[in-house]
């Protein structure tokens, strides 16, 4: 629509983390034989924070030119990887200082809506009739009990594991802080945890020094706007501070006299002053509804929860039936091992989420059968009762292709062996073949056709 040499991918830049700037450290230290104190660790590794680590693409931020502009009038681009080949040319710039001359689109994929749908396809329940006021699904955002078990070691106070917006360590970390028991709270919650500098070190700090609660907090860009309006000052002038606010740049010129004048609490004007970005509200409603429907499903419709979830996981090559399948002891090692780690991939705590996700499925008494050439799906988990049976790409190593091709190749066959198996499904190689046999896939399918008069 805009023309090829105007619109580009969005670039992204990744920088040193804090835990990993420690692990640089440590790591320093040992290769040099030598130790230091915990203050010199944190001097050293506050040094690499911020450091420029890699950069990439935004997976679907799209930036588009003015018509009688070309690119290089902003920013250079370059291509990934400088690789000339390459159908994309990508930016690589701070935004915010462009953000008023240019229009940046995220053209996103959803799982969210996805995973609705399949759940609506597996129970035949429709979504939007599920109550938003449902008490056994509210509660497992304070506390797990619902779902058969409590205050578990590894997964914590919460049922909130594999539930989107509140399913990471850091989400159920704010759920414990702050126990939400309405809906609305839950809205401030994904509003916190979308901002820049908005949880922590400011609104956590006020809520747990009980200078204001979850609701009086600036969780969202509205809350800004309306609290303003509240006070009793103009309209447009409250819609300006917002804006000023939401986007960073602080309080504009004169506003915190006028924010005393209403009657604004230091606190509110000092919380304003550290944010750096806001989310908007109906981005944050929208995504909390989502999260409570499947939430519900995970309370009501466990098996099916499960299923649509690990497929998900296993879209992304996220599910390892050899290390996910081998009992809940066997996870449980992994996943602790993992929690120990002090230098984490992204893979990792990928890993690590999905894994947490395994381990409540079997602390609910749920559990996995083989995976099976006969009756696996190539990429969804079927229930089975209380038992769900992995599909082909769950198979570490077996794309989607090969996935595909297996269950097109057994169609209306019954094999006698595995070497007539290989012949069936051409794009299954021989690593494949021998995954799938670790995992018990053949059960006790012989190698070979022949027979052996010794046997």
């Known amino acids: 629509m805009f023309g090829k040499s105007h619109v580009f991918r969005a670039g992204t830049i990744g920088d040193v983390a804090e835990k990993t700037a420690f692990g640089y450290v440590k790591k320093y230290l040992a290769e040099r034989d030598r130790k230091a104190s915990r203050a010199e660790e944190s001097r050293l590794a506050a040094g690499c924070v911020g450091v420029k680590r890699t950069s990439g693409q935004h997976p679907g931020g799209l930036v588009v030119i003015p018509r009688e502009n070309q690119i290089w009038d902003f920013c250079p681009v370059q291509h990934p990887a400088d690789d000339h080949e390459s159908e994309w040319i990508t930016t690589h710039y701070d935004y915010h200082p462009m953000e008023e001359n240019l229009l940046k689109l995220d053209m996103l994929g959803h799982d969210d809506p996805t995973m609705i749908r399949m759940l609506q396809d597996m129970t035949g329940v429709d979504p939007q009739k599920i109550p938003l006021d449902d008490k056994p699904t509210m509660s497992i955002f304070t506390s797990s009990k619902v779902l058969g078990y ?127 970005y806001l989310f908007p509200k109906a981005h944050a409603a929208a995504y909390v509804m989502m999260a409570f429907r499947i939430a519900w499903f995970k309370v009501h419709r466990p098996i099916a929860f499960y299923a649509a979830y690990f497929y998900r996981r296993s879209q992304k090559g996220g599910f390892d039936a050899s290390m996910m399948c081998a009992g809940k002891e066997a996870c449980l090692t992994v996943l602790e091992s993992l929690q120990k780690m002090e230098n984490r991939t992204d893979k990792d705590d990928q890993l690590l989420t999905t894994l947490e996700v395994v381990y409540e499925f079997y602390l609910r008494g749920f559990s996995f059968l083989p995976v099976s050439i006969y009756e696996s799906d190539a990429v969804k988990f079927i229930p089975k009762e209380n038992q769900l049976l992995p599909p082909f790409v769950a198979i570490s190593g077996l794309g989607e292709n090969a996935a595909r091709d297996i269950a097109e190749g057994r169609r209306g066959k019954h094999f006698i062996s595995i070497e007539e198996f290989s012949a069936a499904c051409p794009k299954v190689s021989q690593t494949h073949i021998e995954t799938l046999r670790a995992a018990g896939a053949f059960g006790a399918l012989p190698k070979t056709s022949q027979v052996s008069m010794f046997e």
């Open 150 to 276: 409590e205050d578990d070691p590894i997964l914590g106070q919460t049922g909130a594991v594999g539930i989107p917006e509140f399913g990471t360590g850091f989400t159920r970390g704010m759920l414990k802080e702050t126990q939400p028991t309405q809906f609305d709270v839950l809205i401030r919650l994904s509003g916190f945890s979308h901002g820049t500098d908005v949880w922590l070190g400011n609104a956590r700090e006020l809520i747990l020094s009980k200078t204001a609660t979850v609701s009086q907090a600036i969780g969202c860009r509205d809350d800004i706007m309306n609290y303003l309006i509240q006070c009793g000052m103009p309209d447009k002038r409250s819609f300006k501070i917002m804006e000023a606010v939401r986007k960073g740049r602080g309080l504009p010129d004169g506003a915190e006299e006028e924010m005393i004048a209403a009657g604004v609490p230091a606190w509110y004007i000092g919380s304003c002053k550290k944010i750096k």
